[in-house]
């Protein structure tokens, strides 16, 4: 647990020495989001309607923008290499600079989200059930992106090669996030997407970073 904390201490730290990186991906939600009330106009029915759709591609994509940053760094200075060598498990270091990931990539978005959804005129019972469905769904975001960044570890052109990736795998995060909040805005049950967002979200916590670790050491090999 100590080790696990650490990793995450020192991601952060190394993060806000590189804000600009970071700040990248926040604007990138906040103007793509914002072009659609723009560009469409008035009709708030319509605005509604595209909400969920359009706040989801965009988180999405924020966090596509992010994910090389979780290995490549200490892929190129050796740091990963000494972290494999350590006593400590190599499965949990690597959770630790996913849950980094998160709340650097994922956690501001949330956070912005209710924001965000006034543009599109959603209601406050909307904007509650989009706050805890992208608390849910960030996570799973980060923690499939980790596959896809372990996986492209030196490749050239990796970074196209982890949107091929990683794409087809957020579509069930994407399917349910964003019918959880056009099924509150309808008035409809919202259960059964949660339910299944937490499924995909407990099944990815449980496996994701043992197969992210092993990956890492297969490329380090």
């Given at each position: 647990m100590n080790a696990f904390l650490t990793i995450v201490k020192r991601d952060l730290l190394l993060v806000m020495r590189r804000k600009s990186e970071v700040l990248t991906?926040?604007?990138f939600f906040v103007?793509?989001?914002s072009l659609f009330p723009l560009g469409i106009g008035a009709d708030a029915a319509l605005l509604r309607k595209i909400a969920p759709g359009v706040i989801w591609v965009a988180a999405l994509l924020s966090t596509l923008l992010g994910l090389q940053r979780i290995f490549a760094a200490d892929y190129a200075d050796g740091t990963l290499e000494q972290l494999v060598l350590s006593p400590n498990s190599f499965t949990a270091l690597v959770f630790g600079k996913i849950v980094a990931h998160w709340l650097v990539c994922g956690l501001p978005l949330v956070l912005l989200a209710p924001v965000i959804g006034i543009q599109f005129d959603l209601d406050t019972s909307s904007l509650t059930v989009l706050m805890a469905a992208l608390l849910l769904g960030t996570p799973v975001l980060s923690l499939l992106g980790s596959i896809g960044a372990a996986l492209t570890l030196g490749v050239r052109g990796g970074s196209v090669l982890l949107s091929l990736l990683i794409l087809p795998l957020y579509i069930p995060v994407l399917?349910?996030?964003?019918?959880?909040?056009y099924a509150s805005s309808v008035?409809?049950?919202?259960?059964?997407h949660f339910s299944l967002l937490g499924a995909i979200f407990i099944l990815a916590l449980a496996f994701v970073p043992w197969?992210?670790?092993?990956?890492v050491k297969i490329a380090i090999e």
């Open positions: 991906a926040l604007f103007i793509v989001t399917i349910f996030g964003a019918g959880a909040v008035g409809l049950d919202i259960r059964g197969v992210s670790a092993t990956a």
